[in-house]
């Protein structure tokens, strides 16, 4: 067995922890053992943080398989899966480590278990460095949902920086097979709408500054389409700690959704973090793609499994989808292709992310 296991250096590219998330839940989908070395080397904290052992536990744990070196600032682990189960699991980072980012490492295992599972994912739901709770709902849930799959995300509290306590319980079916996607037609903007929310001891005043920031922001690049930003105060008894934050989405004709998003913290002023999540959306609208920076990189493993051929067209590339991208092809037989799009406005940055899946087939149906 020894000789077949797979050497992943987890210090290239990104040096994050997506390399983990990647290697780690392509591991349990192709039963292929995995050492991981270097395990986030580019980070200031290297080694794993709570966030990434907790995702590595239940994987292991939905995989019935055995992981080595699991400890927090372990900078190498060996893990061998097993059989994938459905049925309920829990993943607590005890910190306000992101929950979002244990949804990534394990809803591509559950897709292919033997039956339901349900994910009990607990830390910080709208959490820096990772996507917010918000977006994984408004953006990233119905755009992955094309690749043929349903899930359905309950937020049973909402959790922040520094303590987390956030809950979000994801109920998800396997399916045989996933289909392709083809996202290359962008469209028009028909729609722009949002969410800033204050939780704890916030005042609500507070979102409302942030959403008015953000309206005007954006009114000096789209005039003639109504914004409904929403301000909400999260109730107590659904948040814990305090905290405070902001997402706009903007939604296309042809469906696309593209997002800018933004955490408050103490001492940043409101119309700083609504104007910054306008700013993000704005940059996404202007290179003409049809995904925004932060749902590029998380497409990327479906398009490796599905069966056929995926297009996206997205702007410049981040590193974090190249990082995919080169994991992802190091571990499946997927094949992908990236070329600047043919654009009839050369001003446009945009390019077209072609892949050939491996057409993963779930062995229990």
Do not use: W
Not at 303 to 312: E, N, Q
Not at 324 to 329: G, L, P, V
Not at 339 to 362: A, F, L, R, W
């Amino acid at each position: 067995m020894d000789g077949e296991r797979v050497e992943i250096d987890g210090g290239i590219m990104e040096g994050g922890g997506q390399i983990l998330r990647v290697s780690t839940a392509l591991s349990c989908l192709l039963g292929l053992p995995l050492r991981v070395r270097r395990i986030r080397a580019g980070r200031s904290q290297p080694g794993l943080r709570p966030q990434h052992l907790s995702g590595l536990e239940m994987i292991r744990d939905l995989c019935e398989g055995k992981l080595e070196g699991g400890e927090i600032g372990s900078t190498e682990i060996i893990f061998t899966p097993g059989k994938i189960k459905g049925g309920t699991h829990i993943a607590d980072t005890k910190t306000a480590g992101s929950v979002c980012l244990l949804m990534q490492v394990a809803m591509p295992c559950v897709l292919f278990a033997a039956s339901p599972s349900e994910l009990h994912l607990k830390g910080g739901t709208n959490a820096e460095m990772a996507p917010q709770i918000d977006y994984t709902v408004m953006v990233f849930k119905p755009i992955v949902e094309k690749f043929n799959f349903t899930f359905n995300c309950d937020i049973k509290k909402r959790g922040y920086y520094p303590q987390g306590g956030g809950e979000v319980v994801v109920q998800m079916s396997p399916v045989k097979e996933l289909s392709p996607i083809n996202l290359t037609e962008r469209g028009t903007v028909t729609k722009i709408y949002g969410r800033a929310f204050v939780a704890g001891a916030l005042p609500i005043k507070l979102a409302k500054d942030m959403a008015a920031a953000a309206v005007r922001c954006i009114r000096k690049e789209i005039r003639d389409l109504y914004i409904n930003i929403q301000s909400v105060r999260e109730p107590d008894n659904h948040a814990v700690g305090t905290g405070s934050g902001i997402i706009i989405v903007a939604e296309t004709s042809t469906g696309c959704l593209l997002a800018g998003s933004s955490l408050g913290k103490r001492g940043k002023n409101p119309d700083k973090v609504g104007i910054e999540a306008a700013e993000i959306l704005l940059k996404n609208l202007k290179h003409g793609g049809t995904v925004d920076d932060s749902l590029q990189d998380q497409l990327i493993i479906f398009m490796a499994l599905a069966k056929g051929v995926s297009r996206v067209k997205s702007g410049p590339i981040t590193l974090h989808t190249e990082t995919a991208i080169h994991f992802a092809e190091q571990l499946t037989k997927a094949k992908f292709t990236v070329t600047k799009s043919e654009e009839e406005d050369p001003s446009k940055d945009t390019y077209i992310i072609e892949c050939q899946g491996m057409g993963m087939i779930n062995s229990n149906f």
